[in-house]
């Protein structure tokens, strides 16, 4: 069973920019594909970011692409999402996600393994 803990979330102006971490531990972290995830008030939780078990080939949702960065330090055990230019919009509890098994690449809600609590991001007008 892997553990994640995310932190780096918090309340921010619009235009501004927030880092996310996400620390695992209880698995060997770079044979997994891992993600980011996010869930607004009254929705849906919807995929975000995805990176691969290297860290060579990362996905994003359209709504985020050219702003959110994903990124991962396997040394570390760590995964991160850069979010520049933020937007009222992102407002949401952010989720690390790590892949159900060493094939998953690109995650999905339906091939998540396991979750960490989240963390808020809260981006004021």
């Known amino acids: 069973q892997v553990q994640l803990v995310e932190s780096g979330g918090g309340l921010v102006q619009a235009g501004t920019s927030l880092r996310l971490s996400c620390a695992a531990s209880?698995?060997?972290?770079?044979?997994?594909?891992m993600g980011w995830f996010r869930q607004a008030p009254g929705k849906e939780r919807e995929f975000v970011a995805s990176?691969?078990?290297?860290?060579?080939?990362?996905y994003y949702a359209d709504s985020v692409k050219g702003r959110f960065t994903i990124s991962r330090d396997n040394a570390k055990n760590t995964v991160y999402l850069q979010m520049n230019s933020l937007k009222p919009e992102d407002t949401a509890v952010y989720f690390c996600?790590?892949?159900?098994?060493?094939?998953?690449?690109?995650?999905?809600?339906?091939?998540?393994?396991?979750w960490g609590r989240g963390t808020q991001v809260t981006v004021s007008s």
């Open positions: 209880g698995r060997t972290f770079s044979n997994y594909g």
């Open positions: 990176i691969s078990r290297s860290g060579s080939n990362t």
């Open positions: 996600a790590v892949g159900r098994n060493l094939l998953v690449e690109i995650l999905t809600i339906q091939n998540v393994g396991s």
